[in-house]
């Protein structure tokens, strides 16, 4: 493996480029913090919005978990991507992974550090993220026998979704030190399930462009299998979307809203069905994105952009 001799801030501005582009990723998840805050004061009818600061804190800090995460990738990895996948940036030697342990301790300094100066309340939730992915690089200390058993592989991986949208959500209600609003354990559901929904979009491929050793749905179950089976997560996701939108107090604008995503995005699988193709498959993966970001700003979002209008 030949080493980047590049400074280190040069290097790891090309290593976020491949692996966590901030301006594509950092937008998003900015939208996601601000329809989580905006769920949990809309459903517990709390009048306006959380402070700027408050909520600029909490969502760089989201940006930090999802980067933290990318980063324990890249070690829970290591062995397969030197195996099976040399043009990644740790096995041609374009950041090494001291490096990035470096860069994740720093990261979660500063998580820790700005929270317990502006929202102390928030380092509990913080705490419980931190220790959990940090279990996930270690593979729960069961690596093979999470590995035999994909499902649950994905599963427990995926938990560590709603984690972060307690946080997210926290920064309403913990800060204000109150219950939690009636329908957050719906709105959780709906960002587990929609892990879910992302993780095995982005695995169905059609058969030509399988890969060794790039583990997919579409390869472990068959690719129409895993196509009806992402199919269904979003109908499970949609239940649960409704329900959280009724507890807010929007069920039959919410119902039409999600239920046209439904439609718009269930077409790619029904195409991916039918012909197979690689454009199809890729659809697939797009359609979880906009599914998404979809349901998030159906359920916080909009609403509460609506209420500042005064629609």
């Known amino acids: 493996m030949s080493v980047d001799r590049r400074p280190l801030a040069r290097r790891l501005l090309v290593y976020q480029a491949e692996r966590f582009p ?6 998003l998840i900015a939208v996601f913090t601000f329809s989580a805050v905006s769920y949990s004061r809309v459903c517990r009818g709390a009048s306006g919005f959380v402070p700027a600061g408050r909520y600029i804190l909490g969502a760089v ?28 940036p740790v096995p041609r030697g374009l950041v090494t992974l001291p ?15 700005a929270n317990a100066l502006l929202m102390p309340r928030m380092l509990p939730a913080i705490a419980v993220v931190l220790l959990y992915m940090a279990l996930m690089t270690k593979e729960f200390f069961v690596r093979d026998r999470l590995k035999r058993h994909p499902l649950v592989y994905m599963i427990s991986h995926m938990a560590v979704m709603p984690m972060i949208d307690f946080y997210t959500t926290g920064l309403d209600w913990i800060v204000a030190d109150v219950s939690p609003p009636s329908g957050l354990k719906f709105f959780l559901a709906v960002t587990f399930l929609n892990g879910i929904v992302i993780e095995i979009g982005r695995k169905i491929r059609a058969p030509q462009d399988e890969e060794e050793g790039v583990e997919t749905y579409s390869a472990l179950y068959g690719m129409k299998r895993a196509a009806l089976a992402w199919g269904l997560l979003l109908v499970v996701t949609w239940g649960s979307a409704v329900m959280a939108s009724d507890i807010a107090g929007y069920g039959g604008i919410g119902i039409g809203a999600l239920s046209a995503i439904l439609v718009v995005c269930c077409m790619p699988a029904i195409l991916f069905l039918r012909t197979g193709s690689s454009r199809h498959a890729k659809l697939i993966e797009t359609a979880s994105g906009i599914w998404t970001v979809g349901m998030y700003l159906t359920l916080g979002g909009v609403p509460m952009i609506a209420r500042w209008i005064g629609v």
């Open 22 to 27: 901030l301006l594509q990723h950092g937008p």
């Open 61 to 88: 800090t989201s940006i930090f978990f999802f980067l933290l995460l990318r980063i324990f990738d890249e070690f829970k990895d290591a062995g397969e991507d030197a195996r099976y996948r040399p043009y990644r």
């Open 99 to 113: 490096e990035l342990r470096n860069l994740g301790l720093i990261l979660a300094l500063l998580i820790f550090g």
